[in-house]
Structures are given as C-alpha cells and as structure tokens.
C-alpha cells in the first residue's frame, strides 16, 4: 500500500513538472513569433525608396520660364552618402523643389544650378583655358530624389531677385 501512495505522489510530482515544462516552451514559442512578425511588420513600412524625375525647362520671351513633365521612375533603394549634387543655398535664377505632403505641407527643400546657364571651358589663342558663359534656351533637367515616406508631391519654382520663387510645376508622386 506504501508503495501504492509513493508511485501515485510520484506520478503527480512528474505530472506537474511535465506541465509546468510544456506551458514554458509554448510561451516562448509566442514571444518568439510575436517578435519576428513585429520587426518583419517594420521593415515593410520604412523601405526607402528614390525618385528619378526628368523635366524640360523652356525659356520664354519674358522673364517667366516655363517648364513641363517627361517622366518618373520610382524604385527601393537609398541615395549614397554626399552623392547628391544640390546646393545648400540658391540664387537669382535657380530651381528650388520641394517634396510635399498633400501639396501644401513641406518635407523637404532642394535647390538646383540654373540649368539655363551652362559654363564651359574652352582653349583661348595663347592654350590657356578660360571658362566661357552659354545661356540657354531650354534644356533637360533630371535629378534623383531620396523620397521623404510621407511625400506625395515634388514642386519645382524658380527663385527670383529677393528670394521670392515662381512655382513652375507640380508633381503627383504617389
């Protein structure tokens, strides 16, 4: 009888040590899963992405200049460190974009040379270089953006004596 009762404790010790077991491997099991569907969850949503948009730039009779859309090419990747050839600060004369949010909320600022004005170097008489000026008259303008995750526009204007800026375009990007 003895015997009986130890074999039945024993049997109930082992019992719950076997579930105790169990519900340990099954909550980290969870964990584990909960883990790896949130971070998959996050990469998904922060994928960056780049914009390549090219336009032509006319320039009129009057001092507007006018601009118009050829195409754009969105595609996942990251603009390399200083690999961007835009200015900090712009001039008379200048295109300045702006990537938007609902087109009127602004998530970044760019500026762009005059693409109008083009500077050359050519070999004077004496085989001395020297840069010479050509304005114009239109040209393509293409650029790569790396696209804010929020941007649903680009605006290109055109800075004028004063720092004020004509807007030329709007682009719909998503």
């Not at 971070?39 to 507007?64: C, D, G, R």
């Not at 859309?69 to 460190?81: A, D, M, S």
């Not at 900090?88 to 702006?98: A, I, M, S, T």
């Amino acid at each position: 009888m003895h015997n009986k009762a130890l074999n039945k404790t024993l049997f109930y010790k082992l019992l719950k040590q076997t579930a105790i077991v169990i519900i340990l491997i099954f909550s980290f099991y969870a964990c584990k899963t909960a883990t790896a569907n949130s971070s998959a969850n996050k990469t998904i949503e922060q994928t960056p992405k780049l914009v390549f948009l090219n336009y032509k730039l006319y320039k009129n009779a009057s001092t507007e200049n006018t601009m118009t859309f050829t195409n754009k090419i969105i595609v996942e990747g990251k603009v390399k460190p200083k690999s961007n050839n835009f200015k900090l600060e712009g001039e008379e004369g200048d295109l300045v974009g702006y990537q938007l949010y609902n087109n009127e909320v602004v998530l970044d600022k760019f500026y762009i040379s005059n693409p109008l004005i083009v500077i050359a170097e050519t070999v004077n008489q004496d085989n001395s270089f020297i840069k010479k000026r050509i304005d114009l008259d239109s040209t393509q303008v293409s650029f790569r953006l790396q696209l804010k995750p929020n941007a649903t526009h680009i605006r290109i204007a055109q800075l004028k004596n004063n720092n004020k800026v004509t807007p030329l375009i709007t682009t719909k990007i998503q």
